[in-house]
Nanobody, 119 residues
Framework: QVHVVESGGGLVQPGGSLRLSCVAS????????ADWYRQAPGKERELVAR???????NYADAVTGRFTISVDNAKNTVYLQMNNLKPEHTALYSC?????????????WGQGTQVTVSS
């Protein structure tokens, strides 16, 4: 069993920055890749950024150049650095990790962390 917990969200003023963390815990697993998603009120969930174990990254067009995803394999932690935030970035940000746990490959999700950008 793999447990995923996000943290780092909060209230920030426009133009500010936040760094979200996603920690995967358990035993006997390897992370293949990890994704950050967000869901704003009244909107569908959308993929924000993806990173593989080797560090290859992909970003949604809307966040390219503003958000940076990174991974610390030793700590089983994935980060999302968000800079120059705007009110439209307000959403629940969730992490999904693709894991090989004892030969079983599956996705594990956290509960999410709320990001609110407001003055």
């Amino acid at each position: 069993q793999v447990h995923v917990v996000e943290s780092g969200g909060g209230l920030v003023q426009p133009g500010g920055s936040l760094r979200l963390s996603c920690v995967a815990s358990g035993s006997g697993f390897d992370i293949y890749s990890a994704d950050w998603y967000r869901q704003a009120p009244g909107k569908e969930r959308e993929l924000v950024a993806r990173i593989t174990r080797r560090g290859a990254t992909n970003y949604a067009d809307a966040v390219t150049g503003r958000f940076t995803i990174s991974v610390d394999n030793a700590k089983n932690t994935v980060y999302l650095q968000m800079n120059n935030l705007k009110p439209e970035h307000t959403a629940l940000y969730s992490c999904s990790v693709l894991v090989d746990a004892w030969g079983i490959i599956d996705y594990y999700w956290g509960q999410g962390t709320q990001v609110t950008v407001s003055s």
